[in-house]
T-cell receptor, first 114, second 113 residues
Framework: DTGVSQDPRHKITKRGQNVTFRCDPI?????LYWYRQTLGQGPEFLTYFQNEAQLEKSRLLSDRFSAERPKGSFSTLEIQRTEQGDSAMYLCASGRGLANEKLFFGSGTQLSVL | DQQVKQNSPSLSVQEGRISILNCDYTNSMFDYFLWYKKYPAEGPTFLIS?????DKNEDGRFTVFLNKSAKHLSLHIVPSQPGDSAVYFC????????????FGPGTSLSVIP
């Protein structure tokens, strides 16, 4: 169990640029989640995958956001035309897809949009 | 509309004393509750959970109490240790939506040596 890893840890970008984050879940986990956390708030659900299928997307996820998990292993989250309001910690978590299971979180990618 | 509330942004406790972190929820459909702990520059890690069919769950120094009628739960840490200093998130889910866990805003606990 090597844990959930996220890359990069920090990303600074200018408004209007596109950014992409990567998440590598725990290998035997078929569920993968993306959350976003802003200062003083708890993680907010964005989307999740069951293997390669994206099963739910939050209303928070605007059309500028897209997530993929092409082979059911790692996932990418892309933000197009970034805005200052996108500045946040983007957290990835994985699980086995069991009822009432705990999620395993990565350390997150801190995005700053200037 | 915040479904999971933690009304105390911060809490300071002396080492060795009890820490009590509170959480309130509004959605009566929630039937499973979790506490996560988060250190700076790390992701949240699972601490303890409780099902709505129970009113108490204990794991070492950590105990979670659930009062369904009041839609309230609390996390007790006894005795508190400096290593417990972290942000604690209360989270909830319900049967038809295990896929989505709703987090509260967190309480920052400082345990003073």
């Amino acid at each position: 169990d090597t844990g959930v890893s996220q890359d990069p840890r920090h990303k600074i970008t200018k408004r209007g640029q596109n950014v992409t984050f990567r998440c590598d879940p725990i290998s035997e986990h078929n569920r993968l989640y993306w959350y976003r956390q802003t200062l003083g708030q708890g993680p907010e659900f964005l989307t999740y995958f069951q293997n390669e299928a994206q099963l739910e997307k939050s209303r928070l996820l605007s059309d500028r956001f897209s997530a993929e998990r092409p082979k059911g292993s790692f996932s990418t989250l892309e933000i197009q035309r970034t805005e200052q309001g996108d500045s946040a910690m983007y957290l990835c978590a994985s699980g086995r897809g069991l009822a009432n299971e705990k999620l395993f979180f990565g350390s997150g990618t801190q995005l700053s949009v200037l | 509309d915040q479904q999971v509330k933690q009304n105390s942004p911060s809490l300071s406790v002396q080492e060795g004393r009890i820490s009590i972190l509170n959480c309130d929820y509004t959605n009566s459909m929630f039937d499973y509750f979790l506490w996560y702990k988060k250190y700076p520059a790390e992701g949240p890690t699972f601490l303890i959970s409780i099902s709505s069919i129970k009113d108490k769950n204990e794991d070492g120094r950590f105990t979670v109490f659930l009062n369904k009628s009041a839609k309230h739960l609390s996390l007790h840490i006894v005795p508190s240790q400096p290593g417990d200093s972290a942000v604690y998130f209360c989270a909830a889910s319900y049967q038809t939506s295990y896929d989505k866990v709703i987090f509260g805003p967190g309480t920052s606990l400082s345990v003073i040596p």
